[in-house]
């Protein structure tokens, strides 16, 4: 730290300032210091709800739907080499440390607070960085004035300071608050389903048949192929809602074809000979569908390679950075919501 202070000296002194008085210059209704809630991406989060959260005693929420730590790290690599602008949470213009980490978990539906002082009690602590998982928040001095995310092997992404970038680098120094908002993969997968009564994995045959699918096209072809391939027959009506609006012969401009707008490729390899029969792709559909869940064993991302490839999930470690997968996702999911499922 130099004695000169200069425009970046003045604006540091005035964050710091607005850390010890709890304000939010970029956000006056933002959420209490250590709230966390989940969302469906895109949407805003309810400034009362956080209020009421703040005056119940409220103040930290682990993620489900699916979100794991490696998601998280996804999200944050996207926007490696992004400049950092101290107050900005545009990307395009730039980041600071805590936009960078707010803007992570944003984009996965999790919203954490604005400030790094803030995100420094959201989620659950975490005793050392020995313990410490990817995905977990690092805050570091006292008071806190930088966040990163840990990335695992004593490495975190961070915006460092003006002048530099969104970089990974080594951690250097001890953090002074470790934070997990988000669980591991396995911990997600069984909370997924206790909470969707094994809507991904369990027979659906276990759940109940149509009537659980009223006024739903194909509702009972969707539980017969839910029933023989493992896969909630709700998630598989989602998928059919948001690709083709239950329409067989729905065509898309890259040659997907049919209710669950399969490839010709891929329906070939799924044994649809006909994807314009909706029993025939609902089956292939539930095949593939099944298939994506026990490789990633993680619903966005069983999405993200159904509408992506495997290949691009594992290319990207995550949900690939397109913005039609990025928007199919929690299109997804919120068609499933919508079923009750």
Request: hydrophobic share 40%; with cysteine; net charge positive.
């Amino acid at each position: 730290m130099t004695g000169m202070m200069g425009v970046s000296g003045v604006l540091s002194r005035i964050q710091e300032l607005q850390a010890q008085l709890g304000l939010d210059p970029l956000n006056p209704d933002a959420a209490a210091a250590g709230t966390v809630t989940t969302r469906q991406p895109g949407t805003n989060g309810s400034t009362f709800a956080s209020a009421l959260a703040n005056a119940t005693g409220g103040g930290t929420l682990t993620a489900g739907g699916g979100v794991t730590g490696n998601d998280v790290v996804s999200a944050a690599k996207k926007y490696l080499g992004t400049p950092y602008v101290f107050g900005s949470t545009n990307p395009d213009k730039g980041l600071d440390c805590s936009a960078l980490v707010q803007k992570a978990f944003g984009d996965l539906g999790i919203e954490v607070p604005r400030l790094s002082h803030q995100q420094a009690r959201a989620g659950q602590p975490v005793a050392s960085l020995a313990q410490a998982r990817p995905g977990d928040i690092l805050a570091f001095n006292s008071p806190v004035d930088h966040v990163g995310i840990y990335l695992g092997n004593n490495k975190m992404i961070a915006a460092p300071k003006p002048g530099d970038h969104v970089k990974i680098q080594t951690v250097w120094e001890k953090p002074t608050h470790i934070r997990r908002v988000v669980s591991d993969t396995a911990e997600v997968a069984a909370q997924n389903i206790a909470a969707q009564g094994a809507a991904a994995l369990r027979p659906a045959s276990l759940r109940g048949g149509s009537e659980a699918l009223t006024g739903v096209p194909y509702a009972d072809v969707f539980v017969r192929a839910g029933n023989k391939y493992g896969v909630s027959p709700k998630l598989l009506a989602a998928v059919a809602k948001v690709e083709s609006g239950y329409n067989p012969e729905a065509v898309s401009k890259a040659g997907a074809r049919g209710i669950m707008q399969l490839m010709p490729g891929t329906a070939k390899g799924l044994g649809v000979d006909n994807a314009f029969d909706p029993e025939q792709a609902i089956f292939g559909g539930a095949k593939l569908l099944a298939r994506n869940l026990r490789e990633f064993k993680s619903l966005p991302l069983a999405l993200a390679a159904y509408n992506a490839g495997g290949g691009a999930v594992k290319r990207y470690g995550g949900i690939p950075p397109y913005s039609e997968t990025q928007a199919y996702v929690p299109k997804v999911q919120k068609a499933l919501a919508a079923l009750g499922g």
